[in-house]
């Protein structure tokens, strides 16, 4: 209950209305079947707002919703190229078509190359290789870190491009719609998780999958 008079009072349409007696505004509320909400008590006079209220508590619960939605679904994902920089190229091209899938969905990648014994002398194969993986997703992502050294790991954060990325979409929507209208088998979407991938078998120490650890990332 609003128990102090006057009020300064705002229309449903945020059109302002004045300083009136609480009585009025109550009255006015009334007469258009909506309620009269103090927005501002703390002010002086108080700010109050004609609105509906079940309408606004609505709209705010959705929004709310819709916030940690947003929160929840953009996390980080890691993909390890292998423990060595030995790593046979078609894994890390499966690696990269994994990046990408995580990349379209919204999700930061976090790319970790290892090095392995005194592979870390040679640290610029390792890095090369990673400019070479980013280069390989420019045309959806952004180099959000550059190569950050963990030990003899090195790593680097890709961003999804927005823009980019929804401009692909896109392109593959038309694409999809153009193969029903012919006719002609459309693929379905690969799934964002994957079995682990193994290392070439010739070497156990290299043995490694791709990792889809997941972090809470805050946007």
Known sequence: MIRISPIRVVGPENEAIGVIETSEALRMADQQGLDLVEISPDARPPVCKVMDYGKYKYELSKKEHKSRAASKSTEMKEVRLG?????????????????????????????????????????ELGLARLKRFADALADIAKVEQTPRWFGKQASIIL?????????????????????????????????????????????????????????????
Not at 93 to 121: D, P, W
Not at 172 to 180: C, G, S, T, V
Not at 181 to 207: F, H, R, S, T, Y
């Open 83 to 123: 423990r060595s920089v030995k790593i046979d190229e078609h894994d890390v091209q499966i690696r990269n078509e994994q990046s990408r899938r995580f990349l379209m969905a919204g999700h930061k990648v976090m790319v970790t190359q290892k090095f392995k014994g005194r592979e870390i002398a040679h640290r």
């Open 159 to 219: 961003a999804p491009d927005k823009v980019k990325v929804e401009a692909v979409k896109r392109a593959l929507e038309k694409e999809r719609q153009r193969k029903i209208a012919a006719g002609e088998k459309v693929e379905p979407e690969a799934p964002l998780v994957e079995e682990p991938v193994l290392e070439d078998e010739d070497d156990d120490d290299d043995e490694d999958q791709v990792t889809e650890a997941t972090q809470a990332h805050k946007a």
